[in-house]
């Protein structure tokens, strides 16, 4: 089963898209859990980082559909941006959000079914990893992806996830071995931060949204070595 939310200020459109959903399901075999909302602000608001794919208007009422997958690449780096829209000149901000195809309205089905086919390819041949965090009353499997950065806090480890915080016991030398392989990066003692949320940094702070983290002293040189290179991946 495949997530996907349609963010649509039309009414009309957006039950033509639903209808063109339905259709791709009975031809190929496959199941949609459909979510719809009218403003950009309404899916970005609590957005849950476990969609599979979002069909979004650009120009909608309240936060325009540009916007929204700005705000929204900051908290899910995996899922597939595919724009429908009358304006076509917005291309270059899209591939910087990594949106997958524009859709021009009027949508013809068989565009449709043609960019579904990229998405849900992509989406089969993801290799997303996932962790098993011991926490209070059991366990939590947690991706790699929705992770901003580890902390060690009160001897214990903190992950900062998109979705909130978790707390476990475990040695913060095991999880820099596990996730410096996934584009982390040992910015301080006792702090791994994800460089796909890395919004700017300022002499020896690094920003990742509302939250600043401090890099260790001679760090520099070597994060914004990993940083090109992530970036350049």
Not at 168 to 193: A, P, S
Not at 195 to 203: C, R
Not at 204 to 216: A, C, Y
């Amino acid at each position: 089963m495949y997530r996907i939310a349609i963010i649509e200020d039309d009414s009309k459109c957006r039950a033509e898209i639903r209808d063109y959903l339905r259709r791709y399901e009975r031809e190929n075999e496959c199941t949609f859990e459909i979510r719809e909302f009218s403003d950009g602000d309404a899916v970005v608001e609590n957005y849950s980082a476990d969609y599979d794919i979002l069909l979004m208007d650009i120009e909608l009422p309240l936060l325009n559909g540009m916007s929204a997958a700005e705000e929204i690449r900051r908290m899910d780096m995996d899922v597939e941006i595919i724009f429908v829209t009358n304006s076509p000149q917005y291309a270059i901000r899209g591939y910087r959000v990594g949106a997958l195809d524009y859709l021009l309205k009027p949508v013809k089905y068989e565009d449709a079914a043609q960019t579904l086919d990229r998405a849900i390819s992509r989406r089969k041949a993801g290799t997303e990893r996932f962790l098993v965090l011991n926490v209070k009353g059991g366990r939590q499997r947690i991706r790699v992806h929705s992770i901003r950065y580890v902390e060690v806090r009160d001897h214990n480890l903190t992950y900062h996830t998109t979705e909130g915080e978790i707390t476990t016991r475990g040695t913060f030398r095991e999880t820099e071995e596990e996730l410096m392989q996934e584009g982390f990066f040992h910015c301080n003692k006792g702090i791994l931060v994800n460089l796909a949320f890395v919004d700017g940094i300022e002499g020896q702070e690094i920003r990742l949204g509302s939250d600043v983290l401090r890099l260790g002293n001679n760090r520099k040189r070597a994060f914004m070595d990993a940083l090109n290179r992530y970036m350049s991946m």
